[in-house]
């Protein structure tokens, strides 16, 4: 798959996928949008409630959204298992293009950006002792979940239009079996299917406003049986 570097609004680098006419994150701003949709409504929101927290990202792809996780759950003293699919990995080279050292201005936060994509495949590797990874090998209609068992998941799929398959009923149905009662899926998608079909799976949906350039974002939320 070829891939171009893009520089985004906010001075951060996506990638560009031409043969899908895809981003991998938002022309208005990569940085901004992983921290407000993932981390600021999706972890800083559960790290309310607890602080153990399981994370499913649904496409690792450049490791943004997990290197952002990581001084957020520092910061409480969170302890972070973070499990990852990613079916078509970066190359070192594509990651070293990507410049990151620019917005990761801290030298031992950029040395441990390098450490996640330097981990092994489908095995989980303490990053730290309370951040612990585990990249897997696979696409989401491949990965069978375990049952009530993540806190959040990031969803951060291609869109829709690009990625059908991965936008299907039967996938929030699958995940709304992973995800445990209270806890939360965020998306930076925002269209009326979508939240149709996080519904139809059990999800609560929360429209929330969103990043730059977006009007709103998802949050689905897992209701808790009395």
Not at 169 to 178: G, P, S, Y
Request: negative net charge; charged residues 25%.
């Amino acid at each position: 798959m070829h891939l171009e570097i893009r520089q985004t609004k906010d001075g951060s680098n996506t990638l560009y996928v031409p043969e899908l006419n895809e981003h991998y994150h938002s022309v208005h701003g990569a940085m901004q949008e992983s921290q407000h949709v993932f981390i600021k409504h999706g972890l800083e929101y559960m790290l309310e409630q607890k602080k153990d927290l399981k994370i499913l990202e649904v496409g690792f792809g450049t490791g943004l959204n997990a290197i952002l996780t990581f001084p957020a759950a520092q910061a409480k003293k969170a302890f972070i298992q973070y499990d990852s699919l990613e079916k078509f990995p970066l190359t070192e080279a594509v990651v070293q293009q990507l410049h990151y050292e620019h917005i990761i201005l801290n030298p031992e936060l950029y040395d441990t950006f390098l450490k996640l994509h330097n981990a092994p495949w489908n095995e989980p590797i303490d990053i730290i002792p309370y951040f612990t990874l585990q990249k897997i090998h696979e696409t989401l209609e491949e990965f069978l979940p375990p049952l009530s068992y993540y806190d959040i998941v990031y969803f951060d799929a291609f869109a829709p239009e690009k990625q059908p398959e991965l936008w299907s009923d039967a996938m929030f149905e699958k995940l709304f079996t992973a995800v445990r009662p209270g806890g939360v899926l965020v998306s930076y998608c925002a269209k009326g299917s979508f939240k149709r079909s996080l519904k139809a799976a059990g999800f609560l949906v929360d429209a929330l406003p969103g990043p730059p350039g977006k009007r709103e974002m998802t949050r689905g939320i897992k209701p808790v049986v009395e």
